[in-house]
């Protein structure tokens, strides 16, 4: 019975020591989950802690409209549009500058003078002969209309013989001096070799002998072929009908003679078209390869001044970081700053006009014709106004040109930094291309400033050496050589400036 009893209590034992068993297992179990998910917690926390307060841990990418990013959203938002608000008040204010240059060109076009001289029948032998003059008075009285007439029109002015001494190549020489844009003259014996026409039977007349159109298109040619020609030809048009017209019904009125009859079937164009223009330029554009030298290829020449000075700078901050050796006293630096950007754009603008003389254009002399009132031939090209030294002219105006342009743009990207200077680069070209590449006599007053730009005169002086047009290259060497003077005063200030913002931390935009 005492075995029975001890075996029945082993029993209860062991069971009691398994249900031990399964309670500390269990216990241990929700002990190791408590556990594991605190360091789960604690690990998330750990996380978001880090991403707010920029621990050791990479920020997690998150969401755009993430609470963490609202006062991101607030300010990029605010500098977004601050930012586009400048740039369209920009565009507004600097653009209209470009495209208000032919805002009055209409009202305008009276400036561009073209001159009615009319020697008909006033000057020896032809001022004494038995027939009035018919055709300078049919001419002078069609300029006077066209001045009277609403529509717009060019500057015709009549001035007498006795204002070019009676000579017609005088008239021409004016139009060289730049004194009128064109010219028209009335042959002294226009109307007397109609008469000898009709009443000889003169096979020989020529309608062209009558009248001359004198120009220099090479002064501007786009002046020319937009503005005058298209007037100057519709003014010839007029004039032929108008004179026909009237000479036919004299002639007519004659018809009754046998002489006269017979006369006008022999020369059939002294009744139409009676008269006519013999056209001289005395300076023609030629050759076509000279159009970028003195138009659109002049804005590289803005361009590349503009970015030589990134290219430089990194240069010549090298003398300041003392990188195994002593920085270079900053007063020093300025002026190599200032010899090796002028010995660069000695070497630049060689480059720039050595592209001139490989397309073609005449550098070496050789056209026969130097008058100033006789048309040059294109069959030896451009005229050359220095003879063998024009190439050297050309590549002097060309330096100072890109020291006036350049320096300038040196200074501004100094004193107002990045991005401001891409804004000032657009500002520079179209304030110099506005005034430069059209002419300003057709602008509206408030480009007047113009004149004194430095791409209007090295555009002016390379017509001049290109061409052999009037001179005023002394004029054009001057304004250039103030520009560089000036920017060469202003150019300390603006390293010292630079310096002073950069050892300040200030920034000039807000981003």
Known sequence: MSTAVVGAANARLEEADAEGRTLREESQDENRSRDENRSQDENAGQEENNAEKGGEGPPQPVGFWDHRLKHVRHEAFGKWLLTTVVLMCFILGVLSIYWAVFYHAEKNLSSLVVYIVDFDGQVAPFENTDHAPVVGPALVKLGQQL??????????????????????????????????????????????????AVQTGNASYGPMGACQIVFSDSRD??????????????????????????????????????????????????????????????????????????????????????????????????????????????????????????????????????????????????????????????????????????????????????????????????????????????????????????????????????????????????????FGLHSRIGLNFGILVAWGAVSTVLFPFACYWMRFKNNHGLHEYWA
């Open 221 to 466: 040619d786009t002046n020319y072929y937009d503005f005058i020609l298209p007037i100057l030809t519709q003014y010839q048009t007029q004039a032929t009908e108008m004179v026909g017209e009237m000479w036919t019904r004299m002639v007519l009125q004659n018809a009754s003679d046998p002489t006269v009859l017979r006369n006008i079937q022999r020369v059939p164009q002294a009744l139409s078209p009676a008269i006519g223009f013999s056209t001289f330029n005395l300076r023609p554009f030629y050759p076509y390869t000279a159009i970028p030298s003195v138009s659109i290829g002049l804005i590289y020449l803005i361009i590349l001044s503009f970015f030589s000075f990134s290219f430089y700078l990194p240069i010549h901050m090298k003398y300041l970081k003392p990188e195994g050796h002593p920085p270079l006293k900053f007063w020093q630096l300025i002026l190599w700053r200032w010899t090796a950007t002028m010995v660069a754009y000695f070497f630049l603008s060689l480059a720039y006009s050595l592209i001139s003389l490989a397309f073609g254009i005449n550098f070496s002399g050789g056209n026969p014709v130097t008058s100033e009132t006789q048309a040059t031939q294109i069959s030896y090209l451009n005229p050359d106004a220095y003879g063998r030294g024009i190439f050297m002219v050309y590549w002097m105006l060309n330096y100072w040109g890109m020291i006036a342009l350049g320096l300038a743009c040196e200074n501004v990207a100094m004193i107002v930094g990045q991005p401001w200077t891409g804004l000032w680069l657009i500002f520079w070209v179209i304030t110099n291309v506005s005034t430069a590449f059209y002419d300003i006599d057709i602008e509206p007053r408030f480009y007047y400033w113009g004149y004194a730009w430095p791409l209007h005169n090295v555009v002016e002086g390379s017509r001049q050496i290109l």
């Open 147 to 196: 001045v009277a007439s609403p529509n717009p029109t060019l500057g015709w002015g009549s001035m007498p013989p006795s204002a070019f001494n009676n000579d017609p190549l005088q008239v021409r020489k004016a139009v060289f001096n730049w004194d009128a844009w064109a010219a028209v003259i009335i042959n002294p014996n226009a109307t007397a070799m109609l008469y000898s």
